[in-house]
């Protein structure tokens, strides 16, 4: 309550035939105020909105992007897009069969497998593929810990910190720059972390530094490491 008035609750606009802007239509849904049949005219950009649960029913665009939506876990009866729907790290994590929508993970053109059905992935897979973009997005899906354990990987550097040794490594690709991580342990937990770091970093101490924020490793110098 304020000033003494109950505050008005959202109220959604009326069903209109008239298509809206696309920087209006994804005000009106963070606001919770989209009508059902909204036609926006052209690409829909909803992503890294956390706070939307629902999308108005018999919606219409050319692209959507519901990237990093993480609570929205459902498209909406009658939606329709023309080019595609980019869902990297939102909520759904499944579709009717049939359904007849491009997907797009990263901006690469995915399956329903890739998309939701990771853990049928392996590692195998990711080198037998020979599209940069699309062995990039299994990567991705597979998870960092997951394909050093199934293919391994070359150790370009170690040494010692607070949670015992960790590891600078590699796996090479013939078309594409190296994955490169750094293997840390937790020393509270014991749980092994694997972190991506840029291609060119060549120690340990380097590429913690970088996951720190540092551009130059001598400036960091922390007294614990984890």
Same mark, same amino acid.
Not at 112 to 121: G, K, L, N, P, R
């Given at each position: 309550m304020s000033n003494g008035r109950i505050p008005k609750k959202p109220v959604k606009q009326r069903p209109t035939n008239e298509a809206v802007s696309p920087e209006l239509a994804r005000k009106l849904i963070l606001q919770h105020r989209a009508c059902d049949g909204m036609r926006v005219l052209g690409h829909l950009n909803l992503s890294g909105a956390s706070d939307i649960y629902n999308l108005p029913e018999n919606l219409t665009c050319e692209s959507l992007d519901i990237s990093d939506c993480v609570n929205l876990t459902t498209l909406p009866p009658g939606l329709h897009v023309t080019n595609g729907i980019e869902l990297a790290n939102s909520g759904i994590t499944s579709l009717p069969a049939g359904h007849g929508f491009i997907l797009r993970w990263r901006?690469?053109?995915? +399956? $329903? !497998? &890739? @998309?939701? @059905? /990771? $853990? /049928? &992935? +392996?590692?195998?897979? &990711?080198?037998? &593929? !020979?599209n940069v973009e699309l062995r990039r997005v299994l990567i991705e899906r597979l998870g960092y810990e997951t394909l050093l354990q199934q293919v391994g990987g070359l150790v370009r550097d170690r040494d010692q910190d607070a949670g015992g040794e960790r590891q600078l490594v590699y796996i090479p690709f013939e078309d594409d720059e190296p994955l490169m991580v750094l293997k840390v342990t937790c020393p509270s937990t014991g749980h092994i972390h694997v972190l991506r770091v840029p291609p060119n970093m060549r120690t340990c101490h380097q590429a913690a530094a970088w996951i720190a924020g540092f551009n130059n490793p001598n400036d960091y110098n922390p007294l614990i490491e984890a």
């Open positions: 901006g690469v053109r995915v +399956t $329903d !497998e &890739i @998309a939701f @059905a /990771s $853990d /049928s &992935i +392996t590692g195998q897979d &990711i080198l037998n &593929i !020979e």
